[in-house]
């Protein structure tokens, strides 16, 4: 079995009323930047929020559910404390 990969931008932003961590899409050459690999070969999946809003700038705006996984959560939330 393969797995599409869809990569982000490492984490820079967090959102103080929502206590998450915003990402936005990373891009290479004015495309996805993606990668088809086997399954075994993936750490942790993650479970992304799509940032909604009146303007279509917030397109491929997510926010990081942390509450999805308890040590996740707890790794996150020392690297806040930092």
Do not use: M
């Not at 399954?39 to 491929?60: M, T």
């Amino acid at each position: 079995p393969l797995a599409y990969i869809h990569w982000f931008q490492p984490l820079q932003s967090f959102d103080e009323n929502l206590h998450s961590f915003r990402l936005t899409s990373s891009s290479r050459q004015r495309g996805p930047n993606a990668l088809v690999v086997p399954v075994h070969q993936v750490l942790r999946p993650c479970h992304l929020i799509p940032r909604v809003g009146r303007e279509s700038e917030v397109q491929g705006e997510f926010y990081l559910n942390r509450y999805i996984d308890l040590e996740l959560f707890e790794r996150l939330s020392e690297s806040k404390r930092l």
